[in-house]
């Protein structure tokens, strides 16, 4: 019983795409350690939750029927590995977005040339975790499209930091 319940969470192989994943995991829980501590803890777990939650829902909009646009991993479900890429690599990377965002104080002008910078590198990070790596398996997909929802999802994120650091405790 409890093997019917597991086995759809595990990897069908156990290959590059995960030990990608875990040394990206790795990477950025580290660089999380050993940077200096620019905001409140409860700001911090804040914005890492904001952008797990986002992170989750988008990828399952656009990679879940009735869209089906993309798989994550070696199964079109839920596994593990998305889990893992849900804390370690999208909320830790929305994360540093803010903390890099804050830590050069832009203005209205830089944040559109940061936005779309921060959006360009990702995608190239993409297509690397795509075709070198095989994480992702675009459908109805494509990098230009990827392109797109990161200069949205990296807005939201700006919008989502100037809102909460500006609302009173």
Known sequence: MLNEFIEPLLPKSFDKNE??????STIMVLIFLLIPKR?????TLNLILFNL??????????????HDFYDIMDRPSFELFDLIIY?????????????????????????????LTFS?????????????????????WNLIFSFLSYIILFLL?????RWIVSTPT
Request: no cysteine.
């Open 157 to 161: 994120n700006v919008l989502y930091f």
């Open 120 to 140: 360009i590198i990702v995608t190239g990070l993409e297509a690397i975790s795509t075709y070198i790596f095989e994480v992702y398996k675009y459908h109805e």
């Open 39 to 43: 905001f409140p803890s409860k700001l």
């Open 53 to 66: 939650v986002l992170s989750f829902v988008i990828d399952h909009l656009l990679a879940m029927p009735p």
């Open 87 to 115: 804390i370690f690599a999208y909320s830790f990377f929305g994360y540093f977005l803010l903390y890099m965002y804050d830590m050069l104080k832009l203005n209205y002008k830089r944040t559109i040339v940061f936005i």
């Open 19 to 24: 030990w990608y994943i875990l040394v990206i």
